[in-house]
């Protein structure tokens, strides 16, 4: 991950001109870093370590960052990897440059709401397995899933390390008995549900005339590879797996996998007030 970025960059995103009008600035000397003139436009600023002055002014860069990454399949969560491109990567370097994390990891294949931020506080709290923060997932599962499924969810199922899940609450949207037509209450779901058998890949596929269900799943904590987890220990498969939600903020239909945009106010607003009422 890069520490430093561009100085015209740097002050072009703080709002103070264009490229070129940055430059200009620059040209005439109203720029200085570390007390020295800059003469060069595209020198690499570290905004954490370098002092830079506008017009007599000290230039604060931004110092914090809150990213909704609609995370696509086969990147990493996490900041750096030797062999996998990781969620940072997909980023700008003017938030780069900001250090940001993943709250929390979602599998290399599995897609969705993915948030990355420096709020070292918000993170943790968000992650505190005491907070039960909700979390919401849309998944291709293979096998019949059925009542006694969502009944065995909402009692606590026991993973394969002898761990019993906390109630979660289990949904069938939309099946398909293996004659590759999907049928649900609602289109939509139907829809979702013939994209996501697209996205499975081949290593992964159903038998022929395999069951297939989209389902939704929401848990209150976040153990290795829960999801999955808990449809293998009642005999099913998971094929694919998106997170749409987790506490107050939602995956924004508008971002395609690999796509994300920083929070809104509203977003940030209910990050913190959710915060605030502390759910337990
Ligand atoms: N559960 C899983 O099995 N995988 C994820 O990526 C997230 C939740």
């Known amino acids: 991950m890069k520490a430093t970025i561009?100085?015209?960059?740097?002050?072009?995103?703080?709002?103070?001109?264009?490229?070129?009008?940055?430059?200009?600035?620059i040209k005439q000397g109203a720029v200085t870093v570390n007390g020295k003139l800059a003469k060069d436009h595209g020198m690499q600023i570290n905004p954490n370590l370098d002092e830079v002055v506008l017009d007599g002014e000290t230039i604060q860069y931004r110092d914090s960052?809150?990213?909704l990454l609609h995370k696509p399949a086969?990147?990493?969560?996490?900041?750096?990897?030797?062999?996998?491109?990781?969620?940072?990567?997909?980023?700008?370097?003017d938030l780069t440059v900001l250090s940001p994390f993943p709250v929390g990891r979602l599998?290399?294949?599995?897609?969705?709401?993915?948030l990355i931020t420096n709020d070292g506080k918000l993170s943790h709290e968000l992650?505190?397995?005491?907070?039960?923060?909700?979390?919401?997932?849309?998944?291709?599962?293979a096998g019949a899933v059925g009542q006694a499924d969502i009944e065995a969810f909402s009692q606590g199922v026991k993973l394969d390390d002898?761990?019993?899940?906390?109630p979660a609450q289990l949904?069938?949207?939309?099946?398909?008995?293996g004659d590759g037509a999907a049928s649900g209450d609602i289109e939509e779901n139907t829809d979702e549900m013939m994209a996501a058998i697209k996205l499975v890949p081949q290593s992964a596929a159903p038998e022929p005339n395999e069951p297939l269900n989209w389902i939704e799943l929401t848990i209150h904590e976040g153990k290795f590879h829960q999801v999955k987890r808990m449809f293998e220990s009642v005999g099913k498969k998971v094929l694919y797996l998106r997170r749409v939600s987790m506490?107050?903020?939602?995956?924004?239909?508008?971002l395609a996998p690999g796509e994300w945009r920083e929070l809104t106010e509203e977003e940030l607003e209910s990050l913190r007030n959710y915060r605030k009422d502390g759910k337990e």
């Not at 599998?107 to 993915?114: I, N, R």
């Open 6 to 25: 561009r100085l015209d960059k740097m002050l072009g995103n703080l709002g103070y001109g264009t490229r070129s009008g940055i430059k200009q600035l």
């Open 65 to 67: 960052v809150y990213v």
């Open 74 to 93: 086969g990147v990493v969560s996490a900041t750096e990897d030797h062999r996998d491109r990781t969620v940072i990567d997909l980023l700008d370097e």
């Open 107 to 114: 599998d290399k294949d599995t897609e969705g709401l993915l």
């Open 127 to 141: 992650l505190s397995p005491r907070k039960h923060v909700p979390k919401t997932y849309r998944s291709l599962v």
């Open 162 to 166: 002898d761990y019993v899940t906390m």
């Open 171 to 177: 949904s069938v949207l939309a099946t398909s008995k």
């Open 247 to 254: 506490g107050p903020l939602r995956l924004d239909a508008n």
